[in-house]
């Protein structure tokens, strides 16, 4: 008989989110009157900007033509998108990057995952906890922990809380570890790192030969002009940082799928003969061989966020999702909940009142209130107690959600 990979079954019952979706869906049979708004998942809810989708359109047009269709393009992407991407979101703020240097994919939640696949299964793995789900459940997938405990917590994996006493902001490693783990802005905190932390981190790295796994998927709402919104901004992060980046939260590809993954050919590891290999000629490799690319005419829209219009409908997309974070912040302050991030990020990170764990208001929030957010011990054992309240919504519903809970949880 066929063999599974046993460790599978070491992760726990259901991945967060399919979890609120099933008490979600259960709630929303027994009350098919209620009202439900969702501001749990960070899926984005308006339309694709008009740069984007005019794009696309042309591109499907091309794709009717002979003299202009496409079939199988570069796996690494369409060199007139990785240039654009290089020029605009890192040569414009001071990174050496190259195009070579970018490899185009269908989204950064895959190049989490998928990169383990360049590295071995001896290395130390650090995660900050509260965590993204998928970078530990991946690691558990691919083989590299043990067993979790009664938390949540894995054998085989470093956690670093993240709490309100360190501001939210991973504290250094007291011990010597090979991958970690890091995104800024936050999810889901939504805290957001300084130059000179990350600055500590990178001097880190390079002391103990680390690669830094660096989620930059929420850099477009950063506001604030003294935060970097690469690691490359930071002097050193060429040699030892990987940085994955998303089209999904500022041009809305939730559902179309365009992202980026940043491999500096300085960046080398060893191999088991103690040898240095360059990462890029790995993932080069990795991505040839079970990657096809993205589509052509998904590209093409990407390629778009970077004309004067599309810049122009993004700025304000993202401040558009800004101005419903600020208003979830502000309520929520005002009804007397204490309130982290919703500041240069989307996400807003609420202590639960009343002392409920976070799944207890959860259904207490989705049974009162027909709201639903995300429980905070779903990203780790140090989010208990808290929750996250997601930006992501028509403005209308924003308003109304922050209306149903301030008039029920005031404290």
Sequence with gaps: MAKINDNYL??????????????????????????????GIGDVTEP??????????????????????????????????????ASHDFQS?????????????????????????????DNTIAVTDPVYPVYVDTNVMAGHTGEANEKGEYGGLVYLPVTAENNFTAEIPTQKVD??????????????????????????????????FFDAAYEAYITDPDLPHSIYEIEGARDCAIEFRSFSKNAGF????????????TLKAKAADGSDVELW???????????????????????????????????ALVNFYLENAKIIRTQLMAAGLEVYG???????????????????????LLQVCNVVGTPG???????????RISAFNSRENVEEAMKRIVEKFKV
């Design 254 to 265: 939730t559902g179309t799928r365009c992202a980026l993954t940043v491999v500096p050919k």
């Design 281 to 315: 000629k790995l993932w080069n490799r990795r991505q040839s061989t079970k990657f096809n690319g993205v589509s052509y005419i998904v590209q093409r829209g990407a390629e778009a966020v970077y004309s004067e219009a599309g810049k122009s409908q993004i700025n």
């Design 93 to 121: 703020r001071g990174c050496d990057i190259d195009a070579s240097e970018i490899f185009i994919s269908d989204g950064s939640k895959c190049d989490t995952g998928n990169i383990l696949d360049i590295f071995g299964k």
């Design 179 to 212: 991958l970690i783990y890091l995104c800024f802005p936050n999810n889901p905190t939504g805290a957001t790192a300084t130059r000179e932390h990350l600055q500590v981190w990178v001097n880190y790295a390079k002391a103990n030969n680390s690669i830094i």
């Design 10 to 39: 070491k992760l726990k019952a259901g991945y967060l989110f399919p979890e609120i979706a099933r008490r979600v869906n259960a709630f929303a049979e027994a009350n098919p009157e209620a009202k439900i708004i969702r501001l």
């Design 377 to 387: 011990s779903g990203f780790g054992a140090a989010g208990e107690g808290y929750f």
């Design 48 to 85: 694709l900007p008009e740069a984007c989708r005019a794009a696309m359109i042309q591109a499907v047009e091309e794709m009717g033509d002979r003299a202009t269709f496409k079939g199988y393009g570069p796996e690494q992407g369409y060199a007139w998108l990785r240039e654009k991407i």
């Design 342 to 364: 919703g500041v240069n990020a989307p996400y807003v990170w609420v202590k639960t009142p009343h002392g409920l764990s976070s799944w207890d208001f959860f259904d207490k």
